[in-house]
């Protein structure tokens, strides 16, 4: 009995300490998930940290912009200066350039040097004469003059013309550096943008791998409570079990006991009664037929001439063996063996004496005993109510109590599923040949 308890209580003990050990993995890749996000958490803070200390440099950078743009404004303004000056030198020049050019003309054509002789001569007094020269010489100087100026203007023309090209060039590197800071700036700004978007889809990654695991622990521990659940429904059942074969034990020894009384008074009878026979044959010559009437209280047992005895004590059959249509659709259609009605708990016995080769619980079996016999046949009991009086390796006799009719297992109703076979789960055949059914 102690080694059925043991044997239906092994799967799930065995269970268990699996299921802790998984909880104990995922809750250290948990702790993993929950460092690396720390780890990622940290980076990102770092990289904020680094964007704040940056932010004097971007701010530095943004005014060296904005201080260039305000340059390259003013020397821009400056060139449209230079520009206007240099235009309106220009149209000085060009008008100087159309007086000397009419003056050259005009001295050209009227012969400068007899003119002023002409002049000097006919001038009616001396102090005319000087008047005359004085003139002439002072348009003269006038026209030099003039040239000087024109030459002077010309020259200004020319360097501010100089300073245009420099200013240009000034505008032209301005403008170079602002882009250069420009780009620069822009690449800080996308470099920190792009590590943050990075880290920030890490930490979604691994905080959904840590939803998963949490979600496998969850699972996991929920395995865990149905299987110490069903430790402990098993464990009761073994005792009401042990408590059943405890109280058919007592049962059989009170029967036994009552039997062992019967036979003793029955031998007792049967020795009074020889004696009065001889007592009889000495005093008569008579002989006389007597009639011994046996008034034993045993119920025989029932037995069939191949030496089965009958699994249950009321025969009700509800399906025999072969072909059937299958009543749960897990079972297939062919019954190898015989079903065998009553109450829950209907006792029963074993067909034959034989040696327990299984006795348990089974999915499909549910509660079960298998025997083997001296003969070589197996014997299978199904479907128990409870687990099994007997178990592996124990020896029982004819008509042994193994256990009480039930529906455990692949079972639609309460019932006995009694098979016989040449193997241990191979050869069945049909019962009802053996016992004469």
Known sequence: MKKTLAFAGSLILFALPLVGQAEETVDQKIQHQIDRINDIKGKSASV???KQATEKEIQ????EIAALFDEKSTTEQQVNQIVLEIQTLEEKIAKRTETLANQARDIQVSEPSSNMMDSLLTAESFGEVIQRAIASVTIMNASNSIVEQQQKDIETSQALEEELTAKLTEIDNNTQTVEKKQTELADIHLNQEVELAALAISLNEEEGKKADLEKEKAEAERKREAALKQKAAEEALAKEAEAAAKAEAEKQAALQAEVEISQARQSQKQSTNTAAKTEKAVVSTVPVKESVEND????????????????????????????RS????SSGNQHNG???????GTPIYAMQAG?????????????????????????????????????????????QYIGGMGTTGNSTGVHLHLGMATGLWSGFFDPASELGL
């Open 48 to 50: 904020e940290a680094y």
């Open 60 to 63: 530095q950078i943004e005014a």
């Open 296 to 323: 034993s209280t045993e119920t025989e047992t029932p037995t069939v001439a191949s030496g089965w005895s009958m699994p249950v004590d009321a025969v009700h059959i509800s399906s025999r063996f072969g072909y």
């Open 326 to 329: 299958d009543p749960t659709g």
């Open 338 to 344: 015989i079903d065998f009605t009553g109450a829950s």
């Open 355 to 399: 040696t327990v080769v299984e006795a348990g619980y089974g999915p499909s079996t549910g509660n079960y005993v298998v025997i083997k016999h001296d003969n070589g046949i197996y014997s299978y009991y199904m479907h128990f109510n409870q687990l099994p009086a007997v178990s592996v390796g124990q020896s029982v006799s004819a008509r």
